[in-house]
């Protein structure tokens, strides 16, 4: 598998071969602005093919020497039975399978577009936003998801609503690769409540590529939560880029909670005056690795962004948090803090850590931190002098590590749900050796 | 009868030892002082009674209601009725405190067979001890002892103890840290859980605490022994002449 991937992972691998064979019938060929868009990406996604360790920013999720690449083929549209959303039902509901869009759900004030039936009668602002985020250099496998999309769904929100995306996968004998993308657009003014899961069946090393772009109009607020469960066979990327304008701030809560290979690559533009962004990151692995790699960038003045990564890696879990940060020229009274704190709870477990600043501007506020360590032992005891056995005791401590992370996210009903998952995957980590 | 009976006990730490022979007894309803310079033993003692790993009793007994802790764990220690305030109270970020008290509260109930008590049970009990020991219903939302003041740490100590309601109570330095104002009401805290069927080892390095937590015996550790003991007296003696003196004399 290693020396067919990396052969592969030269020019001419299976997804420059599925582009070159297949651009004429993806959806939305017709269209000029769209196969320009897609031929540009694939040619950004040309410059590294599927990274690897070669890619500084890849250099712990080695992409190339986990896909099985020399078989993946695409997931076509299958229709699934309906499914059960897992967090409780928002005001509207939108569920995928193997990224296509197979409900939807929504009232009025919110627009949607199936991305796999794209034509000519795509409304303006698809056209003038789909494909502009999520889709260059830094984000390889963003790039691929656009060049290479099938699947997905165009999303423009009007007026202040909830919204549910459930992703399914079915299961699959063969290792199957799917492109999909996510637009949405969050107008002026406009506060949105986002939640987002992804779930799946057996996998057989499956790839799931989502690229996913939204844009925040000035004043809007998004409140994003995820909840990424994939099965233990699956590898996952999503890669995530937000445009942030004047005032607009979007906070979001991620939990990593499955899969061979998970990796959330995030890029943050902080276009506007006064906008702000939190990104609050959970994993929780006992075997694979759970991989957050974010870009904030400080276009603005007097922008803010705050980012708390919390790892609990038991077994053979590998958790990787990298997150850069860049204040522009300009971007005066800028404000960024970023903590990363992993706990291992075996000895074959591995959590790396990188933050970086990259700082241009004057007057601005910088900090970073990060910790990686066992849980200590002086609470661990204080806990059992109170009557805790010691399991019990240990998983409060990991419980209380994640929920700094968790916070006030979501009402209590989302809350609950997310802390049934995380429950039962600390569980699984707690007991791996 | 003797609640609880230390005889002749050694402790080591990393293989050193640093208890060489401790022999105590305490009856039901007394409060004994154990006080010593830095370094004599006091909080090893405390640490051994409570079941910390790496305290090892290398010889001799600690007799608690005729039982022996040695080998017991510190939960299954707590929940057959010993608590042990600590010096400094550790920081549990993440863990509300009054989750912490249901948890802790229902583990010592479920391992004596009894029946757990629900969140608005525990709430109401806590809620009438904690407005004794001025806790605030702010302090029992937040984090256990994260971000907590010295006082605000050492009263939850105390709360948790008149909560649990322990037979064998020990304070490490309870007053460590603390003003006037909160040393007597902690004291008080105290006081007010003194009772025939509980004993209480308080452990204290100055004579201040027990102005206020009178105790019934004054033990006097140095070099891991108990070189002398005495009634209240003792602990005066020891404030006047210090510890140098009383140790040679003794």
């Not at chain 1, 700094?404 to 989302?414: L, M, N, T, V």
């Not at chain 2, 040393?183 to 006081?191: P, T």
Request: net charge negative.
């Amino acid at each position: 598998m290693t020396a067919m991937a990396r052969g592969l992972s030269a020019p001419g691998d299976v997804f420059q071969d599925d582009f070159a064979r297949h651009a004429p019938e993806l959806p939305g060929a017709a269209l000029d602005w769209l196969s320009a868009r897609r031929q540009a990406a694939m040619d950004a996604f040309a410059v590294t093919g599927i990274p690897g360790r070669r890619s500084e920013a890849w250099k712990w999720t080695d992409l190339a020497n986990v896909l099985d690449s020399g078989s993946l083929a695409p997931a076509g549209f299958r229709k699934l039975a309906p499914q059960d959303s897992i967090f409780p039902k928002q005001a509207n509901e939108l569920a995928f399978s193997g990224g296509f869009l197979t409900q939807a759900s929504v009232q009025a004030g919110i627009e949607v577009v199936d991305l796999a039936k794209l034509d000519a009668e795509a409304p303006g602002w698809v056209r003038d936003n789909l494909g502009t985020l999520a889709h260059g250099l830094d984000q390889p496998m963003g790039a691929a998801s656009l060049a290479l999309m099938r699947s997905g769904a165009a999303i423009r929100v009007r007026t202040d609503t909830s919204l549910q995306l459930g992703f399914f996968q079915a299961p699959s004998q063969r290792p199957q690769v799917s492109h999909s993308r996510i637009l949405l657009v969050v107008e002026s003014g406009v506060s949105l409540r986002l939640v987002e899961s992804h779930f799946g069946a057996d996998a057989h090393g499956s790839l799931r590529n989502l690229g996913f772009e939204i844009y925040l109009r000035p004043r809007s607020r998004v409140e994003h939560i995820r909840v990424q469960k994939d099965a233990p066979d699956a590898v996952h990327l999503t890669s995530l880029g937000a445009a942030i304008e004047q005032d607009a701030s979007y906070r979001a809560l991620y939990a990593a909670l499955g899969g061979q290979l998970a990796r959330m690559d995030v890029n943050l533009r902080l276009g506007g005056v006064n906008s702000d962004a939190l990104i609050h990151h959970v994993a929780a692995l006992a075997a694979g690795s759970a991989d957050i790699t974010s870009v904030i960038d400080h276009a603005s003045p007097h922008t803010r962004s705050r980012q708390m990564f919390r790892n609990v890696v038991g077994g053979r879990g590998r958790a990787v948090n990298q997150g850069r940060v860049i204040v522009r020229h300009g971007a005066v009274g800028s404000d960024s803090h970023q903590l990363f704190k992993s706990l291992l709870l075996s000895a074959h477990a591995e959590a790396d850590a990188k933050p970086e600043l990259e700082i241009f501007a004057d007057d601005v506020l910088c900090g970073h931190g990060t910790a990686i360590g066992a849980l200590e032992e002086d609470a661990v005891f204080y806990l059992r002098s109170r009557g805790i056995p010691e399991p019990e005791a240990k998983l409060l401590l990991i419980r209380g590590f994640v929920a700094e992370a968790i916070g006030e996210f979501g009402d209590e009903a989302i809350r609950d749900v997310i802390w049934r998952e995380l429950d039962a995957a600390l569980a699984s980590v707690e007991s791996a050796q | 009868m003797n609640l609880l009976e230390i005889d002749n006990l050694h402790v080591s730490i990393d293989g050193k030892e640093i208890l060489k022979g401790i022999t105590l007894s305490i009856p039901e309803g007394e409060v004994h002082a154990i006080m010593g310079p830095n370094g004599s033993g006091k909080s090893t003692l405390s640490y051994a009674l409570a079941g910390r790993a790496g305290y090892e009793v290398t010889r001799g007994r600690m007799l608690y209601r005729g039982e022996d802790l040695t080998g017991l764990s510190p939960d299954r220690r707590a929940a057959l009725g010993v608590f042990l305030a600590l010096q400094y109270p550790v920081e549990i970020p993440g863990v509300t405190t009054i989750t912490f008290l249901k948890t802790a509260l229902n583990a010592q109930r479920r391992a004596r067979g009894e029946s757990e008590m629900d969140a608005m049970q525990v709430l109401r009990r806590v809620r009438k001890k904690a407005h004794a020991l001025n806790v605030s219903e702010d302090m029992l939302k937040r984090p256990l002892n994260a971000g907590f003041s010295g006082g605000e740490k050492k009263r939850m100590e105390i709360l948790q103890m008149s909560l649990f309601e322990p037979k064998l109570a020990i304070l490490d330095e309870t007053d460590s840290g603390l003003d006037i104002d909160a040393l007597k009401l902690v004291a008080s805290g105290v006081n007010a859980q003194r009772a025939a069927d509980r004993a209480m080892l308080v452990i204290t390095h100055y004579q201040r605490l027990l102005d206020y937590i009178v105790p019934d015996r004054v033990h006097v550790l140095a070099q891991g022994r108990i070189v002398t003991s005495g009634g209240p007296d003792l602990a005066r003696e020891l404030e006047l002449r210090g510890y140098g003196a009383v140790v040679e004399a003794a």
